[in-house]
């Protein structure tokens, strides 16, 4: 059991490039979400999907795509990169424990530098 | 989305009590508080879940009054590996995997403990 995981673990790329993200889970958890973390501040919430096939924006959508086709992947694509969107972006997944009690278990994270 | 207010740091010793509160004035009835612990380089880890009362773990223990507008994450006998930025998040459990359910992640509180 991997947990979940995330490759490539750092990425430079240059202003205007695209790339993806590669997040993964092997513990069956049908909610999944993406989080950029900036030097110094909390989490912010990407995108974030309640299972396959279903996707939404969180907090900062604009400049990210997400698809969701199995319940296992789930891959952040940068469209165009910006130096704002330098950052360390975590992908989580969440367990259901029973009526209320849900955990979420985050990647090792991806360190983003655009130059 | 309830807005949680915690300490940006705090300092201890080994073996000491901590004690980190939070304040979430605008709890609403299906939100439940949950705390995670992150080390540098590392993505936020599940410590605790609670919505009422006390609920205690092998890690911590949490506190919550009946008004609910605050709460108060407990770890015994600290240790030097207890160094870690600790977040208080407040969220729709009973909705979880809609917008109302994401978690906000703030801040966070760094502890630092001392030998």
């Known amino acids: 059991n991997a947990g979940v995981t995330q490759t490539p673990k750092f990425q430079v790329l240059k202003t205007g490039q695209s790339m993806t993200l590669q997040c993964a889970q092997d513990?069956?958890?049908?909610?999944m979400s993406w989080y950029r973390q900036d030097p110094g501040m909390g989490l912010r919430l990407i995108h974030y999907?309640?299972?396959?096939?279903?996707?939404d924006q969180g907090e900062v959508p604009n400049g990210y795509n997400v698809s969701r086709s199995t319940t296992e992947d789930f891959p952040l694509r940068l469209l165009s990169a910006a130096p704002s969107q330098t950052s360390v972006y975590f992908c989580a997944s969440t367990l259901k424990i029973g009526t209320g009690v849900r955990e979420q278990y985050f990647g090792p994270g991806t360190r983003l530098t655009v130059t | 989305l309830a807005k949680t207010t915690q300490p940006i740091s705090m300092d201890s010793y080994e073996g000491q009590e901590v004690n980190i509160t939070c304040s979430h004035n605008?709890?609403?009835?299906?939100?439940?508080i949950t705390w995670y612990q992150q080390f540098p380089s590392q993505g936020p880890r599940f410590i605790i879940q609670?919505?009422?009362t006390k609920v205690t773990n092998e890690v911590a223990s949490l506190f919550i009054p009946a008004d609910r507008k605050s709460s108060t994450l407990s770890l015994p006998r600290v240790s030097l590996s207890d160094t870690a930025v600790y977040y208080c998040l407040v969220g729709d459990m009973m909705n979880y995997g809609g917008s109302q359910g994401n978690l906000i992640f703030g801040k966070g509180t760094k502890l630092s403990v001392k030998p």
């Open positions: 513990m069956n958890h049908e909610y």
């Open positions: 999907s309640v299972g396959a096939g279903i996707t």
């Open positions: 605008n709890i609403a009835t299906n939100d439940y």
């Open positions: 609670g919505y009422k």
